[in-house]
């Protein structure tokens, strides 16, 4: 799982019928200085490129989120359906500790 900061979200006129129920957000993937200073820090945005994530736990713009990418974003689905990342966890607080060896 990795963490992100919520800065949108993404609207569309048609959606898949699989898809109903959720929505999609756009979110910056945190990088290694983020996740040394913890939510305490103000938010920014990282250098990685932003991705869409379908979220159906009700992110929302400003909160950090734990998402998962590839295969496993369509486990949770019956049938197989086009989800390259999803939401699946919403994230209260922080403790990290980096290794120092």
Not at 35 to 40: E, F, K
Not at 75 to 84: A, G
């Amino acid at each position: 799982m990795k963490l992100g900061t919520v800065i949108g979200r993404v609207t569309f006129s048609k959606l898949e019928p699989s898809l109903i129920g959720g929505r999609f957000l756009v979110i910056s993937p945190w990088s290694r200085e983020q996740y040394a200073a913890g939510l305490a820090a103000p938010t920014s945005m990282s250098k990685e490129p932003s991705l869409v994530v379908y979220d159906d736990l009700g992110g929302g713009v400003g909160q950090v989120i734990g998402y998962e990418e590839g295969r496993e974003a369509a486990q949770p689905f019956p049938k197989p359906t086009p989800v390259d990342a999803i939401n699946a966890a919403l994230v209260d607080e922080i403790f990290y500790q980096p290794w120092k060896g």
